[in-house]
């Protein structure tokens, strides 16, 4: 049956793997995230006297009021401000209550499917329900991700663009404009949103401090930062977009470099974490009895279990010495 055998115990110690791994790698980018955006606030505050910190517009704008029973129950749980900030780096165009019901189906719905497939089996059930719900969240928050690092590679020449405009008499905030009518997604989306909260009567501390909080990316943060400065003290704004825009292309080859040199550690720690699943795999086809010690007898379980844990831990730890910071 599907509720015993070294295939469905295989595809559970996985299961269960996969999950540590996806909670550790969470926990540590929200506490990274919310470490880099303490310092963004407190650099953006720094600016103004006027100002006593960045309101964020784009979530206004967006309709992510919390009106219904769903919202309230996530502002309570304190979760309501990372599951809107979640769906507004990703660009859906959806809520953090749209999320948050999306997820409680899934589920919900995880967890009757996994009660049937393993017969009835409550674990089974309770421990694939939480893996399926957070599908809906893991799809958003890869989206980010990935829209995150695209807005990051077209960042140098939206500024190159900004510098050729000031230069060539526009203002500011038409720049914005022309780089959000020109150049292509997402960075043209998260442009013309700042130039529509400007024009809706937000501040020009305002809407950037919006643009930060969507996008969560260092080489943004040093722009906004340096944009502000100057709009305060005055100087050369062109000049300081197009330098700004160098040191960020030269950055990027640093850290295609770095990345060159790190993938041999990054596929060993992949290699040596799949290699004990593949050949336990191979050794229960060829000798099922000789295999069947680890989960038909209480030691092999316990082991078993160990084993898997100190290989996730294992994991982590090799890609987190791979993984360098530039």
């Known amino acids: ?37 303490a310092i963004v606030r407190r650099k953006l505050e720094t600016t103004s006297r006027q100002h006593s910190g960045p309101k964020q517009v784009g979530a ?10 769903v919202s309230r129950v996530l502002e309570r749980a304190g979760i309501f ?13 959806g809520s953090a209550e749209s999320l948050a019901k999306a997820s409680a189906l899934a589920t919900g719905g ?15 059930a309770v421990l694939a329900a939480p893996m399926v719900g957070a599908l809906p969240i893991l799809r958003l928050y890869l989206r980010s991700i990935k829209r995150k690092r695209q807005f990051e590679q077209q960042l140098p020449d939206a500024l190159d663009f900004m510098a050729r405009a000031l230069q060539a008499g526009h203002g500011v905030t038409m720049s914005f404009r022309m780089v959000a009518e020109e150049m292509p997604s997402p960075i043209a989306e998260e442009f013309g949103k700042v130039f529509d909260e400007i024009n809706f009567g937000s501040s020009f501390q305002e809407a950037l401090g919006g643009l930060c909080y969507r996008i969560a990316s260092q080489d943004l943060n040093f722009c906004v930062v340096g944009m502000l400065i100057q ?16 040191t960020i292309r030269e950055r990027f080859k640093l850290q295609g470099k770095v990345r060159t040199l790190a993938a041999e550690g990054k596929y060993s720690g ?37 084993s898997l844990t100190l290989m996730a831990i294992g994991f982590v730890w090799m890609w987190k010495i791979a993984k360098i910071k530039v």
């Open 231 to 246: 709009r305060e003290t005055g100087g050369n704004l062109a000049e300081m977009l197009h330098n700004l825009s160098t």
């Open 110 to 124: 995880g967890a009757i499917v996994a009660g049937i497939l393993a017969n009835g089996n409550v674990l089974i």
């Open 60 to 69: 206004v704008l967006s309709g992510g009021g919390a009106e219904s029973w």
């Open 270 to 306: 992949i290699l040596l974490g799949v290699l004990p699943a593949i050949i336990g795999g191979i050794l229960s086809m060829i000798n099922p009895t000789y295999m069947s010690v680890l989960w038909e007898t209480h030691t092999g379980q316990k082991w078993l279990m160990v």
């Open 1 to 37: 049956m599907l509720g015993s055998g070294p295939l469905f115990f295989a595809i559970l110690s996985g299961l269960l793997i996969s999950a540590g791994i996806a909670v550790i790698a969470g926990l540590t980018r929200i506490i990274i995230a919310r470490r880099q955006s």
């Open 81 to 93: 401000g990372d599951i809107e900030k979640l769906v507004l780096s990703s660009g859906s165009g």
